[in-house]
């Protein structure tokens, strides 16, 4: 079955540093990988998404996240924290459904605290 | 573009009423909509997927007869909570996915705190 695994639940990093959120997955085939972020009370916004062709993908916000088959991971990381981006930080994982519908399959996410 | 809103965006109400949440795409039209659930400091667990005009899948574990859900057309669908309990407190959170649009990328409505007393 797949799976998301988050194995940090909350971070808390100073504002200017440098951020990594780890995400790794559990799937068969080629995965279709997307982070999402989520502010208290809100629906959840789009960061970036990896489909295929460069394992390097730049997302809005200034993040990024890397694809590294050998390691089934898909790490978020950002050079330079912002107080605002303090949020929810989600992973997930669609089935290779080849543009029909598909469900996503969510991580636990992991909390994103910014000290000044 | 790709806008899903969610009405309302909260709600409180008494032990065994029911409770209708609308997800709409406001610029595109959506062939299949998916209602999430989200408990506090937990991830979304998928509810169910409704393409228009047909009925909706179930994942396992979901009473589809508490959980009804109506996509009659390409840019509203509706989750109804029926005979709502406290247990069924939570943020319900629509996505809206066309084939036409951005493929394998769902768009995510703001959600609705549901509150039963």
């Known amino acids: 079955a797949q799976s998301v695994t988050q194995p940090d639940i909350h971070i808390t990093v100073s504002e200017g540093a440098s951020l990594e959120l780890r995400c790794n997955y559990s799937y068969g085939a080629t995965p279709y990988l997307f982070w999402y972020v989520q502010s208290p009370g809100q629906g959840l916004q789009l960061l970036l998404k990896y489909f295929s062709g460069d394992t390097l993908v730049q997302g809005i916000k200034g993040f990024e996240a890397e694809f590294k088959r050998s390691q089934s991971s898909f790490n978020l990381r950002k050079p330079s924290v912002h107080w605002s981006d303090a949020a929810e930080y989600f992973c997930?994982?669609?089935?290779?459904?080849?543009?029909?519908?598909?469900?996503?399959?969510f991580g636990k996410g992991t909390k994103l605290s910014v000290k000044p | 573009g790709a806008v899903v809103s969610q009405h309302p965006s909260r709600v409180i109400c008494k032990s065994g009423t029911s409770v209708k949440i609308e997800c709409r795409s406001l610029d595109f039209q959506a062939t299949t909509m998916f209602w999430y659930r989200q408990f506090p400091k937990q991830s979304l667990m998928l509810m169910a997927t409704s393409n228009e005009g047909s009925k909706a899948t179930y994942e396992q574990g979901v009473e589809k007869d508490k959980f009804l859900i109506n996509h009659a057309s390409l840019t509203l669908s509706t989750l109804t909570v029926t005979s709502a309990h406290p247990e069924d407190s939570s943020f319900y959170i629509c996505?809206?996915?066309?084939?036409?649009?951005?493929?394998?990328?769902?768009?995510f409505g703001p959600g609705t705190r549901l509150t039963v007393l």
């Open positions: 997930a994982v669609a089935p290779d459904y080849g543009g029909s519908q598909g469900n996503l399959i």
């Open positions: 996505s809206a996915h066309t084939s036409g649009r951005s493929q394998n990328e769902q768009f």
